[in-house]
């Protein structure tokens, strides 16, 4: 049902992120996402989630899901896969993005940048000591 994201997957990936984003990535950047980093996509491009590591860092570049598979799991599904590669994890949300910041904090990140700029929000998440 989830699998791993490949070069193959640009032109669809692209199809769904020009939908779901008003900052879509271009064939460019989602090919350089893929190689830099690592992707994964849920059933028949329902949902896909972006992510590059630095230091020990995990930087969600992209969670989408299709408008008309909302609410099904699918988004938590794909951040708990992401998080089990490495759960000392950032990303940076739309502040009007009220289903993502639930979703994130969920899963215990919290906000440390306001992007005013570009009206978003940048959320790390708090590492539980083990």
């Known amino acids: 049902m989830i699998r791993r994201a490949n070069l193959d997957d640009v032109e669809s990936l692209m199809e769904l992120e020009s ?3 008003d900052n879509a990535m271009n064939s460019r950047m989602l090919e350089y996402e893929l190689v830099k980093g690592q992707g994964w996509i849920y ?3 329902l949902g896909y989630i972006l992510v590059r590591f630095d230091a020990g860092l995990m930087d969600i570049t992209r969670l989408g899901v299709h408008p008309d598979h909302r609410r099904q799991g699918i988004g938590r599904k ?17 502040k009007d993005n009220a289903a ?31």
Do not use: C, W
């Open 19 to 21: 939908r779901l984003f």
């Open 43 to 45: 059933g028949d491009m």
């Open 78 to 94: 794909l951040l708990e896969l992401a998080l089990s590669e490495s759960p000392n994890a950032m990303l940076t949300v739309k």
């Open 100 to 130: 993502a910041i639930l979703l994130y904090r969920q899963y215990d990140f919290e906000v440390v940048a306001h992007m005013a700029g570009a009206g978003a929000f940048v959320m790390r998440r708090k590492v539980k000591a083990a």
